[in-house]
């Protein structure tokens, strides 16, 4: 047997890789049409549509309250009277004001109708030469008076007017009514409870929450990788712990439009008809949202396209030689991806290789 030296064996390894012996064995696969859809799913939580936090704007203390948690309700239905005695003698004394100004309105006016007469008078005799003209002045001086005094008088009246309306618009808040049709969730206050007028100091907290639940949203964050091809009108399948194998369908209502930086996520959101109330408000679950669809899509197992530096190809063989073929990929679905553009679908590409082909190198199809 003869031995080699170290570099007698080098040159004996390239002497069989030059007479082909080094060709790599591969596995080829040819481009199929498949129908591709990117789906991703998520937690979702149900939320009510709309959910009103009641607190007061005036103080006084609770008169009734005729709901109670659980309630159904209609817009515009009181949910809870305050009684603010302070505030009705306020308003006494103001309508007390308005009608004095009211009367002195009146009585500006008709002396103004007066003066108007007399200086007409005046003017006339005047004009005759029956009296000076220093008459004529003194005259025209009384009636300028008399109107400014209108306009004064009307003023306070219309000053003692806004303060009226003001204060009869917080009597106003004193009763509290339902913002929409929806059920009371929650209840905080007694009648003989004292309250204090929210933006206060002592401002009460929510005292009352009304939430519609005839129709609900369902709530659900699409992160950074999928938010690019969610789009309004999406479809989505919808499972809840509560209701195990029903799914519930909908299609994507909204969406925020943009990324949270702290998650990288984007809300989206799903309105369901609920006016069976079947579902409740913060119920968990998951949805599925079908985000894009191919059919009929070029495709290749992904493990037949080779990424990283520069544009993504893939390894054609033709004959016993391979070409590195430049492709461009569209849906991406784990186990497939679309191919775009650089393969007609007749080609026989590479598999499965974990080691790098050199452009033109000599192989062997299994």
Known sequence: MTIFPKHSAVVA?????????SAANVQTVKPELRDLVRETTQPATVQAFYSADIGVKVTGYVESVPVDIGDRVKKGQVLAIIAAPEMDEQRNALKAEEREFETGVQAAEANLTAVESETSRIQDLVRKGSVTNKAGDEARNRLVAAQAEVA????RLGTATARLAEIDALIAYATIIAPFDGILT???VDPGDLVHAAGGSKGSDTLLRVAQVNKLRVVTHVPERDAVWLDV?????LEFDAFPGKVFTGKIARKAGALNGSTQRMRAEVDLDNSDGQLLPGLYGRAKISLEKRPGALVLPAGAVRFGQGPSHVYVVSGS????QQVTIGLDHGDWVEILSGLSGNEQVVNGMIGRLKDGATVSVK
């Open 233 to 237: 009108g999406d479809a989505v399948e």
């Open 186 to 188: 929650f209840r905080a």
């Open 152 to 155: 004064a008088a009307k003023a």
């Open 13 to 21: 390894l390239f002497s069989l890789m030059a007479l082909g012996l």
């Open 321 to 324: 030689t391979v070409k590195h």
